[in-house]
């Protein structure tokens, strides 16, 4: 009782906090300019957790990596440890992609939001993908975005299970804007904030009605005025898409005033990226990118 209270109290605080030093755009501001929809070129290509397919996913490497294979745009997912750090991890818990079992045999089930920060930084990332990994890191999103700043890149950022970490939409605008992520520049170019929960991105789209937001599903058709309000993508799987429902999504105009968008992931052969390029999507999302680029230039 004692912990869940604290909890609450704690998320309470960095709500708050947030709120308070989180500046909002005004609710006329300009639309993002990129990327550029699929309609007009081939469809982006972004690295799905970095280059997953190469380096460990969701760690400084596969970012790295992706930048050395000459991608601009990357993906991750963010969620909080018990202290309150916004760390760059997939799954809820620890156990797929670190060594947490060796570590800590003593904690399962081995949830990102029951260790410190301190202690997941303990932990080896890296080794379960490849011995020439070992000792990688999980990344704190601090330490992501300056790295990816420094590499040049720009980033679809996915806010993951916020229904578990209540405020972290404050929280991570908070740290995208004390990185330099909030100005002008990078909302207009480099910048997507997506979610699984279509109240996680109308928060962001209330707090930072600049930038620009995707939601991750297949709503159907007759739904899709409604995520309009709110969202600049609808980023769906690509074995649930058709070219009908590229168009019905292309019909529509964001919050921005600009046409929908349409992400799909994802993506890891040559066949259905060009299934996907057909059907007019503006960005694939892909574990392999180097396959996908080589499949799309001919398109």
Not at 16 to 40: D, I, K, N, R, T
Not at 87 to 93: K, Y
Request: with cysteine; hydrophobic share 40%; aromatic share 8%.
């Amino acid at each position: 009782m004692f912990a869940r209270a604290a909890a609450a109290t704690t998320a309470a605080a960095l709500l708050g906090a947030c709120a308070l030093v989180l500046p909002s755009a005004p609710a006329s501001a300009q639309a993002p300019a990129a990327p550029q929809a699929a309609h007009h070129g081939r469809p982006l290509v972004v690295a799905h957790r970095g280059a997953s397919a190469y380096a460990p996913e969701n760690t400084l490497a596969a970012i790295d990596k992706a930048r050395d294979m000459g991608f601009r745009w990357v993906e991750n997912d963010v969620q909080r440890t018990k202290d309150g750090e916004l760390v760059i991890m997939h799954d809820d818990n620890l156990k797929r992609t670190t060594n947490v079992e060796e570590v800590f045999p003593d904690r399962a089930p081995w949830k990102v939001a029951d260790f410190t920060a301190a202690e997941i930084a303990r932990l080896d990332a890296g080794s379960w993908f490849s011995p020439k990994y070992a000792g990688e890191r999980v990344p704190t999103l601090r330490q992501y975005m300056n790295r990816v700043s420094r590499n040049h890149q720009s980033l679809v950022f996915e806010f993951k299970k916020p229904e578990l970490y209540p405020g972290i939409e404050y929280q991570g605008l908070r740290v995208l804007r004390e990185t330099g992520w909030l100005d002008k520049s990078h909302v207009r170019n480099r910048l997507v904030i997506q979610s699984f929960s279509a109240n996680s991105v109308r928060t962001v789209h209330a707090l930072r009605p600049d930038v620009k937001t995707g939601f991750l599903g297949t709503p159907a058709v007759a739904d899709l005025p409604a995520y309009a309000r709110f969202s600049d993508q609808i980023n769906s799987t690509h074995t649930s898409i058709s070219a009908d429902y590229v168009s019905a999504i292309h019909a529509l105009r964001g919050p921005h005033g600009k046409p929908l968008e349409i992400f799909t992931w994802t993506v890891n052969d040559a066949p259905n990226a060009v299934r996907a390029a057909k059907f007019g999507v503006d960005g694939i999302i892909t574990n392999t990118p180097d396959v996908v680029r080589r499949a799309l230039r001919g398109f």
